[in-house]
């Protein structure tokens, strides 16, 4: 299977490319901020992916609260340009990270860009007359590794 995944450099996206790629999965092109890549880009890229993991997020709490707007632009349009990349290439299937954060409904600009993608995802599943035929919504509870930035 052919797959993009964005976040490929993070915590989770790290560990998942490994495994993917050692199951015999092509990972086609990862988008990582880590290495000066834009999530924005991607909505303007062709691809003939079979699926996209949507790994990335700006996920620093402290940072999210001091300064939101880093946030709203990575997790919520970035989740758009994801959208947006899926429905221009035909691209049937995303799985979208969530946060369990959703779940015990904490107040900060993190979960609230996760609620948001959320129901992008949601929408966006319903109007466009079923682009986007399976959404995986996952939402991780405690997670921590080497690969967690501080």
Do not use: W
């Not at 993917?20 to 092509?26: D, F, M, Q």
């Not at 979960?111 to 959320?118: C, P, Q, S, W």
């Amino acid at each position: 299977m052919d797959i993009i995944i964005t976040g490929h450099k993070g915590l989770i996206g790290s560990f998942l490319k490994r495994r993917l790629e050692k199951e015999g999965h092509k990972i086609i092109f990862g988008i990582d901020l880590r290495e000066g890549k834009n999530i924005y880009e991607m909505k303007n890229l062709k691809s003939k992916a079979d699926i996209v993991i949507h790994a990335a997020a700006h996920c620093k709490i402290n940072q999210a609260i001091e300064n939101p707007e880093i946030v709203y632009e990575n997790d919520v349009y970035g989740t758009f340009c994801v959208l947006e990349f899926c429905r221009k290439n035909n691209i049937k299937k995303i799985v979208f990270f969530s946060s369990s954060r959703v779940l015990n409904k904490e107040k900060n600009p993190y979960t609230a860009a996760k609620i948001f993608g959320e129901e992008l995802c949601a929408r966006i599943k319903i109007v466009m007359e079923l682009i986007i035929l399976l959404l995986g919504l996952l939402q991780f509870m405690g997670l921590f590794g080497i690969k967690q930035r501080d």
